[in-house]
């Protein structure tokens, strides 16, 4: 049994979706069973990460854990990575691959994990090409207004992220590996407006827009002044050190990596 933690978000949908498909026995777990929309086949199990106590009905029997980590805190890891070391053999963890820079919530996770006595592996991916979904009513307007233009990530698909985790959930050789995962291309947040607006079918340019004018209206529309510096702050560091390539998920699933006008062929009826 392979319990599957966000299993009703980006990649935990197609996670839980590719191992059922693929006919192994799967559960997830999800806040509210009755808004889960999951394929029949999966057992639903209601819990909650930030309620260590609600996990137990949930780990009853399971061998293998998809681990993400939903908050920006790792308040309560420790005694979830320990109930999921009391169940199960092994755990796939959803980090990141965050930037140097002072030790963050996916660190100290990994920290936790790595001292659990599972076995485990570490998916480290950097952006994910579902952010751009932000930029959504304005590409369908024609014109995204954003700062730092020449930012260069390296977005990932979610179905490849959940492919990699499908793939270490039912192969061997994957203990103790860390696995940095992106896209197949380096594209500046220009590129990815134009390069998602010829997929869909409509024509987006980039207008730039000064980072203080951009901190103020993220500031009213997102509300948490320090997040909004943070994520300035991340793009800024892309200008001068764009996101690296890597070649992990070609390695391990013997196909290329998809490409961010894939991805948004996959989501066109996000941007109609
Ligand atoms: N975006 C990026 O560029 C990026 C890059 C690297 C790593 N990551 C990491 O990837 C993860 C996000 O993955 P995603 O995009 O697939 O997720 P997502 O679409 O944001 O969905 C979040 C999932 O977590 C579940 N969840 C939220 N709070 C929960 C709680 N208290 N207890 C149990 N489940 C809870 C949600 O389920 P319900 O709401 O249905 O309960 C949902 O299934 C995060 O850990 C993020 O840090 C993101």
Do not use: C
């Amino acid at each position: 049994m392979i319990l599957v933690t966000g299993a009703t978000g980006n990649v935990g949908r197609h996670v839980t979706s590719q191992l059922a498909e693929a006919g192994l026995e799967v559960r997830a777990l999800v806040r509210d069973p009755g808004r889960a929309r999951l394929p029949e086949r999966v057992e639903v199990v209601r819990g909650d990460l930030t309620a260590p106590e609600t996990l137990e009905p949930a780990l009853k029997g399971v061998e293998s854990v998809f681990l993400l980590w939903p908050a920006f805190t790792a308040d309560h890891a420790s005694e979830v990575v320990a109930a999921v070391a009391e169940h199960a053999r092994r755990v796939v963890y959803l980090s990141a691959n965050v930037p140097d820079g002072p030790p963050t919530h996916y660190h100290e996770i990994e920290r936790l994990i790595r001292h659990s006595g599972l076995g485990w592996t570490f998916l480290r991916p950097g952006g994910f090409a579902t952010n751009t979904l932000g930029w959504a009513d304005q590409i369908r307007q024609g014109v995204v207004r954003w700062p730092y233009g020449q930012a260069a990530r390296s977005l990932i698909h979610e179905r490849d992220i959940a492919a990699v985790a499908v793939h270490v959930l039912t192969s061997a050789g994957h203990n103790g590996a860390t696995y940095v995962l992106t896209g197949p291309e380096q594209l500046t947040q220009a590129e990815q407006v134009r390069v998602i607006g010829e997929a869909v079918g409509r024509e987006a340019r980039w207008e730039e827009l000064p980072a203080d004018v951009a901190r103020e209206q993220l500031v009213a529309a997102w509300g948490d002044p320090g997040f909004v510096d943070s994520a300035l702050k991340a793009w800024a560091g892309f200008v001068t050190a764009p996101e690296p390539v890597t070649d992990t998920v070609e390695r391990l699933l013997g196909r290329p990596a998809l490409t961010l006008g894939d991805w948004a062929r996959d989501h066109a009826s996000d941007f109609s």
